[in-house]
T-cell receptor
């Protein structure tokens, strides 16, 4: 079975600081994609960053980067220079093999404080 | 309109009513999805359509009936719902259904069943 676990239901960070959200997953597939999605209070879910399992280099998108540890099945998201607009629910998701489904974590609610 | 749109944004219906949720994507994608988002639960995939053909139906009760008349439009017809069906219903689209494609989400319809 494929699973995604986000062990931090809530986190907070001061504006301009760095925060790391954790995600662990399990799959028996060799090739898969991992995603971080963000859902702000306005509710529209948007993709933050994605990582292909075969790529050793960690993905980065501006202030967002991941620490992908394939052996440990860990996929954490680092947000640098946090901004108030980063306040949102963050979901980690896995899509593996022939599965048409994204497997989702429960999410981490991040509050960026001024 | 850009991206993925959903109407209505809010819906209150009685258990004996019939209503429909509408989703439209303006991205030229070939796949569309319905998700149910409830508090404290992972996103639940309900239906997947690829090129207007239903390819996934995750044991969803028959009181939910999807319709995909073309690759840009997706409907979810609702009838005789239960209070536990109250949730946020998200529509998403992607370029294809293979696991590498990211999904683009609409803002959701907040459904309350009374």
């Amino acid at each position: 079975a494929q699973t995604v676990t986000q062990s931090q239901p809530e986190m907070s960070v001061q504006e301009a600081e760095t925060v790391t959200l954790s995600c662990t997953y399990d799959t028996s597939e060799n090739n898969y994609y991992l995603f971080w999605y963000k859902q702000p209070p306005s509710r529209q879910m948007i993709l933050v960053i994605r990582q292909e399992a075969y790529k050793q280099q960690n993905a980065t998108e501006n202030r967002f980067s991941v620490n992908f540890q394939k052996a440990a099945k860990s996929f954490s998201l680092k947000i640098s220079d946090s901004q108030l607009g980063d306040t949102a629910m963050y979901f980690c998701a896995l899509n593996a093999g022939n599965n048409r489904k994204l497997i989702w974590g429960l999410g981490t609610s991040l509050a960026v404080n001024p | 309109e850009t991206g993925v749109t959903q109407t209505p944004r809010h819906l209150v219906m009685g258990m004996t009513n019939k209503k429909s949720l509408k989703c439209e994507q303006h991205l030229g994608h070939n796949a569309m999805y319905w998700y149910k988002q409830s508090a404290k639960k992972p996103l639940e995939l309900m239906f997947v359509y690829s090129l207007e053909e239903r390819v996934e139906n995750n044991s969803v009760p028959s009181r939910f009936s999807p319709e995909c008349p073309n690759s840009s439009h997706l409907f979810l017809h609702l009838h005789t719902l239960q209070p536990e069906d109250s949730a946020l219903y998200l529509c998403a689209s992607s370029q294809g259904i293979t696991f590498s494609y990211e999904q683009y989400f609409g803002p959701g319809t907040r459904l309350t069943v009374t």
